[in-house]
């Protein structure tokens, strides 16, 4: 069964840093979404791409963060100085086209100390 | 805006007990709604959806039914298992979007 897959499954970084998380979307999915889960909080949208743009973006998405889809098939999310507030688990997910069953990513959970 | 409640967790329950887990949502338009379920160690999956009023979303005999009236889509199994340990999640997608919102999810503990 065609599955989404994010690496790394943990990444600890010192506050400052850049990082890159990367994910696998479905082969044949055409919108690539972010989402992230603070502890204990809710998951919350972040972006959404497609066709090689920013299609939606939420208020927590800001100069900070970029997405990019280097090679047809990567779906990439750059935190450029992480802060400690960033912290968080990280999901991926895909879309077949506009209907929303989002198929998700195992996460990626990012430790800024 | 939009947005989704779920009842508090951790919900312990001996197996074969019957599980409700409330969610209760404020949203413009009419939204699509849907029970995500995150297994240990695993991505979130989709459990069951449900797109108009009084559609009932059924899988694995789980099932939840689209209440406009309350604004509801609690959701239900009449004789939970081990293996159905997991944090679930409601969720909603309005518009012409595919953006999710999500509750905080609720922890489910089933035990022997």
């Known amino acids: 069964e065609p599955e989404v897959t994010q690496t790394p499954s943990h990444q600890v970084t010192q506050m400052g840093q850049e990082v890159i998380l990367r994910c696998v979307p479905i082969?044949?999915?055409?919108?690539f979404y972010w989402y992230r889960q603070i502890l204990g909080q809710k998951v919350e949208f972040l972006v959404s791409f497609y066709n090689n743009e920013i299609s939606e973006k939420s208020e927590i998405f800001d100069d900070q963060f970029s997405v990019e889809r280097p090679d047809g098939s990567n779906f990439t999310l750059k935190i450029r100085s992480t802060k400690l507030e960033d912290s968080a688990m990280y999901f991926c997910?895909?879309?077949?086209?506009?209907?929303?069953?989002?198929?998700f990513g195992q996460g990626t959970r990012l430790t800024v100390v | 805006g939009d947005s989704v409640t779920q009842m508090e967790g951790p919900v312990t329950l001996s197996e074969e007990a019957f599980l409700t887990i409330n969610c209760t949502y404020t949203?413009?338009?009419?939204?699509?709604l849907f029970w995500y379920v995150q297994y240990p160690g695993e991505g979130l999956q989709l459990l069951l959806k449900a797109t108009k009023a009084d559609d009932k979303g059924s899988n694995k005999g789980f099932e939840a039914t689209y209440r406009k009236e309350t604004t509801s889509f609690h959701l239900e199994k009449g004789s939970v298992q081990v293996s159905d340990s997991a944090v679930y999640f409601c969720a909603l997608c309005t518009g012409g979007g595919n953006k999710l919102t999500f509750g905080t999810g609720t922890q489910l503990k089933v035990e022997l």
């Open positions: 997910a895909s879309t077949r086209d506009r209907e929303p069953e989002a198929f």
């Open positions: 949203a413009t338009g009419y939204p699509s």
């Open positions: 082969s044949n999915h055409l919108y």
